[in-house]
């Protein structure tokens, strides 16, 4: 089974075209949803977060309190890489543990930090999603109601715009129309349908 990884920076619509892809009935995995499960109330992940970084992690209920360890870890180079020593391999570990039953053409592997985390060896191909900077931003700032500050920063701890595309195999243009969006994830489709058929 051909690996598709997507990537892209912050507001630049991975999970839109995700999306796209699961309506094409392509699986899809999500490195983010598997990151939020992975520190739901009760979890060990969660336990391991609370014991680095405090009880202030976590809200009167118990659940993380996701804007507080967004603050601490993009405020602290060293914060950020201890929270990634503790997610980034179970992350690893669960897609692995995904893949494994999937039976189909192509799969999507959705890992908005795809190179940051080095996991480029998972995937056989690289998707990024591409939007201009000031794009990202307003949708960000629609989106999560964060100050243009706090997501520059974001972007500032990501890959830049430039090495994400100099890296991908393929590459989706997110600042047009939803229609022009979905004729290049179709295009897409039928590359890695193509693609995979060359490899049985």
């Not at 990202?136 to 629609?142: A, L």
């Not at 590459?171 to 022009?180: E, F, M, Q, V």
């Amino acid at each position: 089974m051909l690996k598709v990884g997507l990537t892209g920076g912050i507001g630049c619509g991975k999970s839109t075209v995700a999306k796209i892809f699961a309506d094409l009935n392509i699986p899809v995995l999500d490195a983010d949803q598997i990151a939020h499960s992975l520190v739901e109330k009760g979890q060990p992940a969660l336990a391991r977060i609370q014991q680095e970084f405090g009880a202030s992690i976590l809200n009167p209920d118990g659940s993380l309190n996701r804007r507080h360890l967004r603050e601490i870890v993009f405020s602290d180079l060293k914060q950020k890489q201890k929270l990634e020593s503790i997610l980034h391999p179970l992350i690893y570990k669960t897609l692995q543990a995904e893949l494994e039953p999937l039976v189909a053409p192509y799969c999507i592997i959705s890992i908005p930090l795809l190179f940051e985390t080095d996991m480029t060896h998972l995937v056989d191909r690289i998707l990024v999603i591409d939007c201009p900077v000031e794009t990202q931003i307003e949708r960000v700032k629609i989106r999560d109601n964060l100050t243009i500050e706090r997501i520059q920063s974001i972007i500032d701890n990501q890959v830049s715009r430039a090495y994400r595309i100099a890296k991908a195999d393929d590459l989706i243009d997110n600042s047009t129309t939803d229609y022009r969006l979905a004729e290049q994830v179709k295009k897409l489709h039928n590359l890695y349908l193509s693609l995979s058929a060359c490899r049985d």
